[in-house]
């Protein structure tokens, strides 16, 4: 089992920045799974935001935040990050970190078994 409890929510100006974290614990590392962010705005479904592979070697982003958000690891720490600069409005949501323990390397919710509860994200305009 793996429990993910995101953090560094919050509310910014947009073109400001915020840093997500993610924390794993449990009976299973992270270490060896790839993991991604998706996010979640009222009334609409879940999204795939960023993904990265389990040694951080590899990345790939949504062209909405392509060149603003960077996700990076540090499995030392079980954390995962989500670097999010030049926020706009529309990136208000909240954001969820998620686990793909069968290595499915996918953008779709499905590919993605264990997901924190998420934590909040408010861009002002």
């Known amino acids: 089992q793996v429990q993910l409890v995101e953090s560094g929510g919050g509310l910014v100006q947009a073109g400001g920045s915020l840093r997500l974290s993610c924390a794993a614990s449990g009976r299973t590392f992270i270490s060896s799974y790839p993991m991604g962010w998706f996010r979640q705005a009222p009334g609409k479904e879940r999204e795939f935001v960023a993904r990265i592979n389990w040694s951080g070697s590899s990345t790939y982003y949504a062209d909405s935040v392509k060149g603003r958000f960077t996700i990076s690891r540090d499995n030392a720490k079980n954390t995962v990050y989500l670097q999010m600069n030049s926020l706009k409005p529309e990136d208000t949501a909240v954001y969820y970190c998620?686990?793909?323990?069968?290595?499915?390397?996918?953008?779709?919710?499905?590919?993605?078994?264990?997901w924190g509860q998420g934590t909040q994200v408010t861009v002002s305009s």
């Open positions: 998620a686990a793909d323990s069968r290595r499915q390397y996918g953008l779709a919710v499905g590919a993605y078994d264990y």
